[in-house]
């Protein structure tokens, strides 16, 4: 799996957008980028994933460089509640490891009123 | 539509006990993994199990630790006489494909062991 550089923490004032930077500048052409967050003490939440194209859902929007080698999850109104860890991770479609995502250090988005 | 129902939430043994920690994945979901998160550290991968079978298991330690995803019921990961660095929250996840082999994995609310 492509390896990932992410800012161990960040501030962000609620209300306004958390930008979140993710280097992968080794991923592969079939290797998907994938975020998911964790909240102290809860089990790990998905946020969005892609390939390619930029992604939008309900949580966040997912901006992917051209050349892929970096990304960007915003979340565009930050709450006290989006306070958690972020993990930026890419891999291949399948493995002999099924799905199984490899978790780095991530995050740490503080959210402050 | 339950998500991941992983039990007991919370569990104390002492040490050379032996735990058993429960995982239901999501309803239609047949592919099972299981991490473990020491405290203050990362999330690793232990073992990946579809129905009946362990795919990888590259991530469990070699002794004491097994898994099972039986044909009926929930995965279990077993941990025999346990000490006290087994201590960690042991999270289960469930995962089905989206489309084009890209993939979500769904994680229940974790077991925290405790070990005296």
């Known amino acids: 799996d492509a390896k990932t550089t992410q800012p161990p923490s960040m501030d962000c004032a609620e209300g306004r957008a958390a930008n979140l930077p993710c280097n992968h500048s080794?991923?592969?052409?079939?290797?998907?980028v994938y975020w998911y967050r964790q909240i102290h003490s809860q089990g790990p939440q998905y946020i969005i994933h892609g390939l390619k194209n930029n992604e939008t859902n309900e949580m966040a929007s997912l901006i992917i460089t051209e050349d892929r080698k970096s990304s960007t999850l915003i979340l565009p109104h930050a709450t006290l509640r989006d306070t958690a860890v972020y993990y930026c991770?890419?891999?291949?479609?399948?493995?002999?490891?099924?799905?199984?995502?490899?978790f780095g250090k991530g995050t740490s988005l503080l959210v402050t009123p | 539509n339950a998500g991941v129902m992983q039990n007991p939430r919370h569990l104390v043994r002492r040490r050379g006990q032996e735990a058993r920690l429960r995982c239901s994945p999501v309803k239609g979901h047949s592919h099972v993994y299981w991490y473990r998160q020491l405290p203050e550290e990362g999330l690793k991968f232990m073992v990946y199990?579809?129905?009946?079978?362990?795919?990888?298991e590259s991530g469990m330690p070699k002794e004491r630790f097994s898994a099972e995803f039986p044909k009926e019921g929930p995965s279990i990961l077993r941990i025999q006489q346990v000490v006290r660095g087994d201590s960690a929250a042991y999270f289960c996840?469930?995962?089905?494909?989206?489309?084009?082999?890209?993939?979500?994995?769904?994680f229940g609310a974790g077991s925290r062991l405790t070990v005296l």
């Open positions: 199990l579809q129905k009946e079978n362990i795919i990888d």
């Open positions: 991770i890419v891999r291949p479609p399948y493995s002999n490891s099924g799905y199984a995502l490899n």
């Open positions: 080794t991923i592969s052409g079939n290797e998907y």
């Open positions: 996840a469930s995962s089905v494909v989206v489309g084009a082999g890209a993939n979500v994995l769904t």
